[in-house]
């Protein structure tokens, strides 16, 4: 090569090097400074290597051939150094020697060994006093490296920490505006935001044009009930929510407690498992959170993490997020309150709703369904019920539910025996409200097959006084979603429920036994225009079989002589003969009320010994005395095939059929007696008028006989007549008739 070609070579590489510094002094990143270096490296004709030093030693960048003008593949990706290793090689300076003699470590003699240098240039690139990267120069044999030689890529080195911190401060400036606009922007949202929603997904905008693609979330605190929430979280790209868990589950919980910011970048994983932090999905690499403190209380936390990259965030990214949870907290604060009162505000307007309707509606089950319709729409909860206790108080069976499993339960009839072991069992056993608020970590609870997404739950007795009525029941698909002032509300709309039910009760009670004393009237007016006594009982006991609704009624008449119960009228009775029965004072239910004139009611006749099994299907009994004027008449007596068939009611109603059915009858007795007094009168009047008719004795005799056979019903009368004369002389005449 002439000298001429030398020069004009010299200079064509000088040009590419004033390039190459160039590009590093206007270069943006650090990949433009590394892009920078490999095309100022691949003008020298010298072999070169451009290492950037990392945590765990060097990262290969470029190693070029220049006899091949291209990049050695094959040199090691990696080299294991420690920090300590490569401040003891490369923080002395530029450094020109033999390969032997320098001291460089093994792994990077063996590269320029293996190329067949003999004299290598190390020329490190510090920042700091920091060692961030290495370019080094190897010759071959018959090559020389001079300080001038290489003096252009010594200029290099000089030039790249210069914009290595432009870049940094460029960044830095950058990342500040950012953080200025994220946070103006956030101000202007929050002036004009009253949804959390909105602001959550401003906030994770924010954070993501500022930060990069990290995962994001906020945790609400609930100092109540000790739980926090995560109703937004950015997890891979999707955006879902976490219901309540238990402060002390999570790492929340510090930043609660202390009311200070957290950031774990190096061995995130092993770090929050010695913390007793419950992780939902993959473990974070890196991990940033902040505190919403509001008044000196935390409310929630704003959380950011990154599942793959270790150091991931800076002191830039806790700056702004402890600018930015300082400025949301208060919104949040505000729009939960506000949210709370509206809440609060519907949930109490419901009560009043129902508060009316309990006022005006005696329709029971009208309400119920409107009441359990409006808990579950204005509550938002997953499902409500309303069980009442059956007559026996033995169970509770569903009167009103919503949604399709209320349907179902409705169609099957679903019950719960009382003091059973279920949250409802308890509840109308118990009288007092029960509430769950994570049933999976409660042993006593029985999932029910209906309502198998339940995660909390909470039971209200309907009760007054000390009266349970039933139950409401209400469930979550949510843990921890029942709250000291949701469950205030509905105790109170549980209590309105209770009245709706009392009063309708007592508004049904009246009814009937406003029908049943017309009814009664209706009795009593048949059998008081009856013109027998039998006439009188019959229509008594038709009557009460209307009334009763099909139960077994006989009217028993008392014999004072005997002292004996006879069956007079009766109906509903299997069979003729034990309608016909014969009782004595004493003995049995009705002999016992005879003797002691007192009422008796049964509601199980097998547990009482006085009873005498006629029909085996009998299970209640009443027998009243039918008493008038201190004189026991007979007895009434109704009987049922269901158990506790009677009521007082019907004893009192019943009592006072028995008074008038008494007087009735004593007043057809007597009609009867009047009637029988003036047929004989009426008889004696027409045989007198005969017998004066005529003047012969004998006829006379015969007139009588035959009147008196036909009054009396007789086959044969006889007439004898004794007359005893002044002077003691007795003669006798007789008549008989057939």
Same mark, same amino acid.
């Given at each position: 090569?002439?000298? %001429?070609?030398?020069?004009?070579?010299?200079?064509?590489?000088?040009?590419?090097?004033?390039?190459?510094?160039?590009?590093?002094? +206007?270069?943006?990143?650090?990949?433009?400074?590394?892009?920078?270096?490999?095309?100022?490296?691949?003008?020298?004709?010298?072999?070169?290597?451009?290492?950037?030093?990392?945590?765990?030693?060097?990262?290969?960048?470029?190693?070029?051939?220049?006899?091949?003008?291209?990049?050695?593949?094959?040199?090691?990706?990696?080299?294991?150094?420690?920090?300590?290793?490569?401040?003891?090689?490369?923080?002395?300076?530029?450094?020109?020697?033999?390969?032997?003699?320098?001291?460089?470590?093994?792994?990077?003699?063996?590269?320029?060994?293996?190329?067949?240098?003999?004299?290598?240039?190390?020329?490190?690139?510090?920042?700091?006093?920091?060692?961030?990267?290495?370019?080094?120069?190897?010759?071959?044999?018959?090559?020389?490296?001079?300080?001038?030689?290489?003096?252009?890529?010594?200029?290099?080195?000089?030039?790249?920490?210069?914009?290595?911190?432009?870049?940094?401060?460029?960044?830095?400036?950058?990342?500040?505006?950012?953080?200025?606009?994220?946070?103006?922007?956030?101000?202007?949202?929050?002036?004009?935001?009253?949804?959390?929603?909105?602001?959550?997904?401003?906030? +994770?905008?924010?954070?993501?044009?500022?930060?990069?693609?990290?995962?994001?979330?906020?945790?609400?605190?609930?100092?109540?009930?000790?739980?926090?929430?995560?109703?937004?979280?950015?997890?891979?790209?999707?955006?879902?929510?976490?219901?309540?868990?238990?402060?002390?589950?999570?790492?929340?919980?510090?930043?609660?407690?202390?009311?200070?910011?957290?950031?774990?970048?190096?061995?995130?994983?092993?770090?929050?498992?010695?913390?007793?932090?419950?992780?939902?999905?993959?473990?974070?690499?890196?991990?940033?959170?902040?505190?919403?403190?509001?008044?000196?209380?935390?409310?929630?936390?704003?959380?950011?993490?990154?599942?793959?990259?270790?150091?991931?965030?800076?002191?830039?990214?806790?700056?702004?997020?402890?600018?930015?949870?300082?400025?949301?907290?208060?919104?949040?604060?505000?729009?939960?309150?506000?949210?709370?009162?509206?809440?609060?505000?519907?949930?109490? #307007?419901?009560?009043?709703?129902?508060?009316?309707?309990?006022?005006?509606?005696?329709?029971?089950?009208?309400?119920?369904?409107?009441?359990? %319709?409006?808990?579950?729409?204005?509550?938002?909860?997953?499902?409500?019920?309303?069980?009442?206790?059956?007559?026996?108080?033995?169970?509770?069976?569903?009167?009103?539910?919503?949604?399709?499993?209320?349907?179902?339960?409705?169609?099957?009839?679903?019950?719960?025996?009382?003091?059973?072991?279920?949250?409802?069992?308890?509840?109308?056993?118990?009288?007092?409200?029960?509430?769950?608020?994570?049933?999976?970590?409660?042993?006593?609870?029985?999932?029910?097959?209906?309502?198998?997404?339940?995660?909390?739950?909470?039971?209200?007795?309907?009760?007054?006084?000390?009266?349970?009525?039933?139950?409401?029941?209400?469930?979550? #698909?949510?843990?921890?979603?029942?709250?000291?002032?949701?469950?205030?509300?509905?105790?109170?709309?549980?209590?309105?429920?209770?009245?709706?039910?009392?009063?309708?009760?007592?508004?049904?009670?009246? #009814?009937?036994?406003?029908?049943?004393?017309?009814?009664?009237?209706?009795?009593?007016?048949?059998?008081?225009?009856?013109?027998?006594?039998?006439?009188?009982?019959?229509?008594?006991?038709?009557?009460?079989?209307?009334?009763?609704?099909?139960?077994?009624?006989?009217?028993?008449?008392?014999?004072?002589?005997?002292?004996?119960?006879?069956?007079?009228?009766?109906?509903?009775?299997?069979?003729?003969?034990?309608?016909?029965?014969?009782?004595?004072?004493?003995?049995?239910?009705?002999?016992?009320?005879?003797?002691?004139?007192?009422?008796?009611?049964?509601?199980?006749?097998?547990?009482?010994?006085?009873?005498?099994?006629?029909?085996?299907?009998?299970?209640?009994?009443?027998?009243?005395?039918?008493?008038?004027?201190?004189?026991?008449?007979?007895?009434?007596?109704?009987?049922?095939?269901?158990?506790?068939?009677?009521?007082?009611?019907?004893?009192?109603?019943?009592?006072?059929?028995?008074?008038?059915?008494?007087?009735?009858?004593?007043?057809?007795?007597?009609?009867? #007696?009047?009637?029988?007094?003036?047929?004989?009168?009426?008889?004696?009047?027409?045989?007198?008028?005969?017998?004066?008719?005529?003047?012969?004795?004998?006829?006379?005799?015969?007139?009588?006989?035959?009147?008196?056979?036909?009054?009396?019903?007789?086959?044969?009368?006889?007439?004898?007549?004794?007359?005893?004369?002044?002077?003691?002389?007795?003669?006798?005449?007789?008549?008989?008739?057939?």
């Amino acid at each position: 090569m002439s000298e %001429n070609q030398i020069i004009a070579a010299d200079i064509a590489e000088l040009v590419k090097l004033h390039q190459a510094n160039y590009a590093i002094f +206007h270069a943006e990143t650090e990949k433009d400074v590394d892009l920078a270096i490999q095309n100022a490296l691949r003008t020298c004709h010298f072999y070169t290597a451009h290492y950037s030093v990392k945590d765990n030693g060097l990262e290969w960048v470029l190693v070029h051939n220049p006899e091949a003008k291209k990049t050695i593949e094959s040199a090691p990706a990696e080299l294991q150094l420690t920090p300590g290793e490569i401040f003891r090689c490369f923080s002395q300076g530029i450094r020109i020697s033999t390969l032997a003699e320098t001291n460089l470590p093994d792994q990077l003699k063996s590269i320029f060994d293996g190329l067949k240098c003999q004299q290598i240039a190390v020329l490190p690139i510090l920042q700091d006093a920091d060692v961030q990267k290495v370019l080094l120069i190897g010759a071959l044999a018959g090559e020389k490296i001079t300080r001038e030689a290489i003096d252009p890529l010594v200029r290099l080195t000089e030039i790249v920490p210069v914009a290595l911190n432009n870049i940094k401060t460029a960044r830095a400036t950058k990342q500040r505006l950012r953080e200025l606009e994220a946070i103006s922007e956030t101000s202007q949202t929050i002036s004009s935001s009253t949804n959390l929603d909105s602001l959550y997904r401003m906030l +994770h905008s924010q954070i993501s044009a500022t930060m990069g693609s990290v995962n994001f979330a906020v945790a609400l605190y609930n100092s109540q009930n000790e739980t926090v929430e995560i109703p937004y979280a950015s997890e891979e790209g999707s955006i879902t929510s976490h219901d309540p868990t238990p402060i002390s589950e999570g790492i929340i919980s510090i930043l609660i407690r202390t009311r200070q910011p957290l950031m774990l970048v190096e061995d995130v994983e092993r770090r929050l498992n010695a913390l007793g932090a419950r992780q939902i999905g993959k473990a974070p690499k890196s991990w940033l959170g902040c505190p919403l403190v509001v008044g000196g209380d935390a409310i929630g936390a704003l959380i950011v993490q990154d599942v793959e990259q270790e150091k991931r965030f800076s002191e830039d990214d806790l700056r702004l997020m402890i600018a930015l949870s300082s400025q949301v907290a208060g919104a949040i604060y505000n729009i939960r309150l506000l949210e709370d009162a509206r809440r609060s505000a519907m949930q109490l #307007q419901t009560v009043a709703e129902i508060s009316r309707e309990v006022s005006s509606s005696l329709i029971v089950d009208n309400l119920l369904r409107q009441a359990v %319709n409006l808990v579950h729409e204005r509550f938002d909860f997953y499902h409500a019920a309303v069980f009442l206790v059956d007559t026996a108080g033995e169970n509770v069976i569903i009167r009103e539910a919503t949604g399709e499993a209320g349907t179902q339960m409705k169609r099957v009839g679903f019950k719960l025996a009382v003091g059973s072991k279920s949250v409802i069992g308890f509840v109308s056993q118990e009288k007092e409200l029960l509430v769950i608020n994570e049933i999976a970590k409660d042993s006593t609870y029985v999932t029910n097959p209906f309502l198998s997404e339940s995660k909390a739950e909470a039971c209200l007795p309907l009760k007054v006084g000390e009266r349970i009525l039933g139950v409401l029941d209400v469930q979550s #698909q949510r843990a921890y979603m029942f709250t000291d002032e949701n469950v205030r509300i509905l105790q109170i709309l549980a209590d309105q429920l209770a009245i709706a039910i009392v009063n309708s009760e007592l508004f049904a009670e009246a #009814q009937e036994r406003l029908t049943q004393h017309r009814l009664l009237h209706h009795v009593t007016t048949a059998a008081a225009s009856s013109t027998t006594i039998e006439e009188a009982l019959n229509s008594a006991v038709q009557g009460l079989q209307v009334t009763l609704g099909g139960d077994q009624i006989s009217i028993m008449m008392a014999d004072k002589e005997q002292k004996m119960l006879e069956v007079k009228s009766s109906i509903g009775y299997p069979n003729e003969d034990s309608a016909r029965l014969k009782i004595p004072f004493g003995v049995g239910v009705t002999g016992w009320v005879a003797a002691r004139r007192l009422s008796l009611r049964l509601g199980d006749v097998a547990k009482d010994s006085r009873y005498i099994v006629v029909n085996p299907k009998i299970r209640s009994e009443l027998a009243i005395p039918l008493i008038y004027r201190n004189e026991v008449l007979g007895v009434l007596n109704v009987e049922s095939t269901r158990l506790n068939a009677y009521t007082e009611n019907d004893e009192e109603m019943l009592g006072t059929l028995a008074g008038s059915l008494a007087a009735i009858i004593a007043h057809s007795r007597l009609l009867d #007696q009047f009637r029988r007094q003036v047929e004989r009168e009426h008889l004696l009047y027409e045989i007198t008028n005969k017998i004066r008719h005529t003047t012969n004795p004998e006829k006379i005799l015969s007139i009588t006989t035959e009147e008196l056979n036909k009054a009396l019903s007789t086959r044969k009368t006889q007439i004898e007549i004794s007359l005893k004369s002044p002077h003691s002389t007795l003669s006798e005449s007789s008549a008989t008739g057939e």
